[in-house]
């Protein structure tokens, strides 16, 4: 497989190399954690002071050390007095009793130490507990566009971008050579996400009505989403729920890093609303294996597309509202603000004056941005950057 350097997410590591935390790496299944942990190997290898104690937990020549007192012996004797040592084990989980060998090693403060496992035991609201908030974690998430156009290098952006929309970026998929082969391995770590991640740690008995609530929130990202209506909508003759299992089941999804949920935020209010979040898939190739291209609506889909571009970019990102009308995202880092807005085609007069009047309607300072499918370089109007979405996606600093 064609490897390419993920170099965001490996400065974020060397960021916090040597701080005494116990890194975790997490991310939705086959999103790349063990792959970006041996490039992070590679890049500190060259220091001859340090010394790399790697250990892949599902591999046979570590079976030995699926015991918790034969794991923290191996890391004992691996040690060096006379070098930095590091500590890098794939698929803790598969050891049973890996928190007190970890939590141990940290105590004793002789190795700067590096995870990655399954999401059923790494889930991130679960780390705190696990390792008592000793936790720096690392958000990884499917490949961006940016980095589907190092995969794919293309003279053709806007060609690269919809092949991107219908792709995705789970990128094991890219070495198959049929779009149905592609699609049935991104389903492959969508359903063994459930049952692996979802039904088996949390007991869940109906599974069928599980499946059924991600395909909802599949069919309507970029929608906002009340657990009520969802409840309402999924009870048949058949299928019998209420607020409390939807409201739970959706929250494992979110969990297991299929799914973000985003909360809204009032404008003028300047306060945060807990009611109706919206709900964006980790990436788009898990919704076009599961439901296929049914009610395809690409302005909904090219807004979970942004919305996870800002939570990679490392955005606080919110749902804003202004009185009665909706800016898709409020995204915040560093104390500094910016409203966007996310369209498919505004070449109607109708679509862009529709799009723009809630920026319009935000009377401070901060930047405003209309993203849209225009196809074309960037423009402003009133104040507003109107910026085609391929050329926002494929340079960071936009």
Not at 155 to 183: H, P, Q
Not at 367 to 376: D, M, S, Y
Request: aromatic share 14%; with cysteine.
């Amino acid at each position: 497989m064609k490897l390419i350097k993920r170099d965001y997410y490996l400065n974020k590591l060397l960021s916090v190399k040597d701080v005494p935390d116990i890194k975790v790496i997490t991310g939705v299944r086959r999103s790349g954690k063990s792959k970006l942990m041996d490039a992070f190997i590679d890049m500190i290898s060259a220091d001859d002071k340090a010394n790399i104690v790697r250990i892949k937990l599902n591999l046979k020549k570590f079976e030995k050390l699926l015991d918790a007192d034969k794991l923290y012996d191996y890391i004992e004797q691996q040690y060096a007095n006379d070098k930095t040592n590091y500590l890098f084990i794939d698929e803790i989980q598969l050891c049973e009793g890996f928190e007190r060998v970890i939590n141990s090693i940290y105590e004793e403060e002789i190795y700067d130490i590096y995870l990655t496992g399954s999401n059923a035991f790494l889930l991130s609201s679960d780390l705190a507990t696990l390792f008592g908030g000793r936790v720096y974690e690392i958000s990884l998430y499917p490949f961006s566009f940016k980095e589907y156009l190092m995969y794919y290098p293309s003279n053709d952006i806007e060609e690269a971008f919809d092949s991107y929309v219908k792709k995705g970026g789970m990128a094991g998929s890219y070495l198959y050579k049929t779009e149905e082969d592609a699609r049935q391995y991104v389903n492959g770590i969508y359903r063994t996400t459930i049952t692996k991640d979802i039904v088996r740690k949390f007991k869940i008995e109906n599974e069928d009505l599980l499946i059924m609530i991600g395909n909802y929130l599949m069919d309507n990202v970029g929608n906002q989403t009340s657990i009520r209506n969802v409840a309402s909508k999924l009870t048949s003759g058949t299928y019998r729920t209420n607020d409390k299992t939807v409201g739970a089941y959706m929250n494992y999804f979110c969990r297991s890093f299929l799914f973000y949920p985003i909360q809204r935020y009032d404008i003028k209010g300047k306060r945060y609303l807990e009611s109706d979040k919206k709900y964006y898939l980790s990436d788009l190739a898990f919704r076009f294996s599961e439901i296929g291209t049914k009610n395809t609506d690409y302005g909904h889909l090219y807004e979970n597309i942004v919305a996870i571009e800002l939570l990679r970019r490392g955005y606080e990102v919110y749902v804003g509202k202004l009185y009665k009308k909706e800016v898709d995202f409020v995204a915040i880092k560093e104390g500094e603000k910016v409203y966007i807005q996310v369209s498919d085609d505004i070449s109607r007069e109708d679509t862009f004056k529709r799009e723009v009047s809630s920026l319009l309607g935000i009377k401070d300072a901060y930047p405003k941005l209309l993203i849209a499918r225009t196809k074309h370089d960037e423009s402003q109007h009133e104040g507003i950057r109107i910026i085609d979405i391929a050329r926002w996606l494929s340079d960071s600093q936009k």
